[in-house]
């Protein structure tokens, strides 16, 4: 199982940044993949989510309306587009896999209730 994450970076408050997680080795219609980000001195925040499978997505109220996830197939690849990044967005952000265990399965948002993680992706936003 791999997860890489990539596409961090410098950007300006109010600007934009597209992160990429690359992932293989599972299959990815059983799992939810999902964005995770570390501030300096923050503890691990949940960011976003997306069913592989349906494609819906959830989003904590921090990025609601600013990030959104989206999947691609056929690269077996995630994005997270950031927009009007604020200074707060600074954080190494991760992307991280959750098994579908059973029919009903509660969207994660739990650092605890995912399997995977890829390395961080550093983003830093300046004013």
């Known amino acids: 199982v791999q997860l890489q994450a990539s596409g961090g970076g410098l950007a300006q408050a109010g600007g934009s940044l597209k992160l990429s997680c690359a992932a293989s080795?599972?299959?990815?219609?059983?799992?939810?993949l999902g964005w995770f980000r570390q501030g300096p001195g923050k503890e691990r925040e949940f960011v976003g989510v997306i069913m592989w499978s349906r494609g819906r997505t959830y989003y904590s109220d921090s990025v609601k309306g600013r990030f959104a996830i989206s999947r691609d197939n056929a690269k077996n690849a995630m994005y997270l587009q950031m927009n009007n990044l604020e200074n707060e967005d600074t954080a190494v952000y991760y992307c991280?896999?959750?098994?579908?265990?059973?029919?009903?399965?509660?969207?994660?948002?739990?650092?605890?209730?995912?399997?995977?993680w890829g390395q961080g992706t550093e983003v830093t936003v300046s004013s």
């Open positions: 080795g599972f299959i990815l219609d059983s799992h939810y």
């Open positions: 991280a896999a959750a098994r579908i265990r059973s029919i009903g399965f509660q969207t994660p948002t739990r650092a605890n209730e995912f399997d995977y």
